[in-house]
């Protein structure tokens, strides 16, 4: 199966920016995906990049793929209280099946 | 515009019993797809409906199958529960093809 791995924990200052990492295994992954879970919550989706683009830029969010090391992250601007939650990253071929990471669990500090 | 739509919300069974869970997939979307989310994991595929039928399946037992409607809206049945079996269910549903993934709130199974 495809592994997605993410860093488990993230602490950041309100009004600092978040990176959060994420790393994949599959090469042939058409999309990526970045989803927001709050507590007790479904997953929200926050923004998705197809493979054959570099970055790709939402107001405050920011994702950047590098295909050659399977790497992407996604970096919140100006990174506010509301923005503490849980941030998973998911991979799909051909969008029937999504694999997920762990999940990123971000704290801002006030 | 309503968004996925899942009940119930929370749920609790004991071993052995059956349980089904229900979705309305967002206006629109025709693909409901229904993901297993343990503890601390992130969400595990189960399996997707398109036109009625089960277009894809992740690795999980026959004790999980499920069925999609005319109207699009989709069940999850699980026979004969587990304890490992208590998690959240996500259903997200989508438009037939690569995009975008939207998700319900969940239904939350305990398994006693």
């Known amino acids: 199966g495809e592994d997605v791995e993410q860093s488990l924990f993230l602490s950041v200052r309100e009004g600092d920016s978040s990176v959060i990492n994420c790393t994949y295994t599959d090469s042939s992954s058409t999309y990526l995906y970045w989803y927001k879970q709050e507590p007790g919550a479904g997953l929200q989706l926050l923004t998705y990049?197809?493979?054959?683009?570099d970055m790709k830029q939402d107001q405050r969010l920011t994702v950047l793929l590098n295909k050659k090391d399977k790497h992407l992250s996604l970096r919140i601007a100006d990174t506010q209280t509301g923005d503490s939650a849980i941030y998973f990253c998911a991979e799909s071929i051909s969008g029937n099946q999504f694999y997920f990471g762990t999940g990123t669990s971000l704290t801002v500090i006030p | 515009d309503a968004g996925v739509t899942q009940s119930p919300t929370h749920l609790i069974k004991t071993r052995g019993q059956q349980v089904t869970l229900r979705c309305s997939p967002k206006s629109g979307h025709d693909t409901v797809s229904w993901y297993q989310q343990a503890l601390g994991q992130g969400p595990q595929f189960i399996f997707q409906?398109?036109?009625?039928?089960?277009?894809q399946r992740g690795n999980f037992p026959d004790r999980f199958s499920g069925h999609q409607f005319p109207n699009y809206s989709s069940e999850l049945n699980v026979n004969a529960l587990l304890l490992g079996d208590s998690a959240l269910y996500l259903c997200a549903s989508s438009f037939s093809g690569p995009g975008e993934l939207f998700f319900g709130e969940g239904s939350r199974l305990t398994v006693l």
């Open positions: 409906y398109y036109e009625e039928e089960e277009r």
């Open positions: 990049i197809f493979s054959n683009m």
